[in-house]
């Protein structure tokens, strides 16, 4: 009976060997089978992947968002200096939004008002970071005027002014200093009716401004295409000290000028 017992006893501590056995083979599997951690890359291996995702941002919000903008004369004095910089909202359009009196627009050149203006060569880098909208585009020839009537108005001048919208006079503050709001010259006198899907656009510094007053006989006698319209100058933004937003003026505000 002695015998019989430590046999069974034997037995089971058999089985219990055993089975510690495969817990510590099957704890060494997983061991082996467990991932090696990855190695982090190193910052200078991630720059490059950094700077590629920057700039494809940089591109996208240049093309679909906001665009800087050099002012390129003094056409637009004294809301706009020549050299400041501004930021034009390229988004609304997106989304069918067209421009309204009042506003100061972007354009592309309609037909060849910029025909004989020197431009200065840029660099390399004035290109690149031109193209991918971190600085303005010196090589775009673009213009930035104040949008005067939309399609369907009649604009007009007459001696020295003022200048009427569907018969109403505008109130026009931001006319530069001195300056009087229609030029009594051939070009400054005039009566317009702005067809759908154009602009009539004038220089706030009436008698330093080539708009569309002095463009009449091209072919879209003077008026801009929206389409050619790249976006509303939205801020002032260099240089800093003449930070300032650019809001439709009050003259625009109703004042009966809609049909």
């Not at 800087?68 to 020549?82: G, H, R, V, W, Y």
């Not at 030029?183 to 317009?192: I, M, N, Q, T």
Request: aromatic residues 8%; hydrophobic residues 35%; negative net charge.
């Amino acid at each position: 009976m002695g015998d019989a017992a430590v046999g069974a006893r034997s037995g089971q501590d058999g089985e219990e060997g055993g089975g510690r056995g495969v817990s510590a083979a099957v704890a060494a599997g997983e061991s082996a089978a467990a991932p090696t951690p990855k190695r982090r890359r190193s910052f200078w291996a991630e720059l490059p992947i950094l700077v590629g995702i920057a700039l494809v941002l940089a591109l996208v919000i240049k093309t679909f968002l906001v665009q800087a903008f050099s002012i390129p004369s003094e056409s637009m004095q004294n809301t706009l200096q020549k050299g400041d910089r501004v930021l034009v909202d390229k988004f609304t359009p997106w989304f069918g939004s067209e421009p309204e009196r009042g506003e100061v627009v972007v354009f592309h050149d309609p037909d060849e008002w910029l025909k004989g203006v020197s431009t200065r060569e840029p660099n390399a880098a004035q290109t690149f970071l031109g193209w991918i909208g971190l600085m303005p585009s010196v090589e775009e020839k673009d213009l930035i005027k104040r949008v005067i009537g939309i399609g369907g108005d009649t604009v007009e001048c007459t001696g020295t002014g003022p200048l009427k919208v569907n018969g109403q006079p505008l109130d026009e503050p931001y006319v530069h200093a001195g300056d009087t709001p229609c030029s009594d010259d051939a070009g400054g006198r005039f009566e317009v009716e702005v067809p759908r899907g154009y602009i009539w656009v004038m220089g706030d510094h009436r008698q330093a401004s080539s708009d569309s007053r002095y463009h009449r006989n091209d072919r879209h006698q003077g008026m801009v295409p929206v389409g050619e319209v790249v976006g509303r100058a939205v801020v002032k933004a260099w240089p800093i000290t003449r930070w300032d937003t650019l809001p439709v003026p009050d003259a625009f505000d109703g004042n009966g000028l809609d049909r």
